[in-house]
C-alpha cells in the first residue's frame, strides 16, 4: 500500500514519492520563492530540476553540503550531474520525526565523509557513497 502523502502530491518531490535509492540528472539549480502551506510566509529555497518530467525537489541545507562536497560550491557546476537520494522515515523537524529526502552519494564518486555542523545542533557525520558500487 502507498504511503497516503503520496495521494497528495504538490509541486515538490517528497519523501514519501521515492521508493529505495533513486537517481536523477540535475538539469539546473535555480532560486525560487517557495511559500510555506502552514503560515503563508515565502522563503528564497533552493531548487533543483531534474532532466525528464520529474517534479522538482526543495533540498534541505544537509543535501546542500552533500552535494557541494561531491561537485562543488558553484552550483552552476552541477548541471548534468547525476544524485542518488533516497527517503530517510528518521528526519527530524523542530523535534518531530516527519521523514525527508536524504543524499546517498552518486554513481562514479569516490567516498566522502563529511561533518556538518548546524547553529545549535549536534555535530553530524555524513557517508557519501558510489551508488555504482553500493548496490
Not at 504511503?3 to 538539469?27: C, H, M, N, Q
Not at 546542500?64 to 527517503?87: E, F, Q, S
Request: aromatic share 8%; with cysteine; charged share 25%.
Amino acid at each position: 500500500m502507498a504511503d497516503w502523502r503520496t495521494f497528495f502530491a504538490g509541486k515538490y518531490l517528497s519523501a514519501p514519492l521515492l521508493e529505495g535509492d533513486v537517481t536523477f540528472i540535475i538539469d539546473r539549480v535555480v532560486g525560487a520563492d517557495v511559500e510555506n502551506p502552514d503560515d503563508k510566509s515565502v522563503k528564497w529555497r533552493m531548487t533543483i530540476h531534474w532532466r525528464g518530467k520529474i517534479l522538482p525537489w526543495l533540498p534541505s541545507k544537509t543535501a546542500g553540503y552533500c552535494l557541494a562536497a561531491m561537485y562543488g560550491d558553484d552550483t552552476d557546476g552541477w548541471h548534468g550531474k547525476p544524485v542518488t537520494i533516497y527517503n530517510d522515515a528518521t528526519v527530524r523537524v523542530m523535534g518531530k520525526t516527519v521523514g525527508g529526502i536524504r543524499v546517498r552519494g552518486a554513481p562514479d564518486i569516490k567516498p566522502i565523509t563529511i561533518e556538518i555542523k548546524h547553529p545549535g545542533r549536534k555535530k553530524q557525520t555524513v557517508n557519501l557513497v558510489n551508488t555504482r558500487r553500493s548496490k
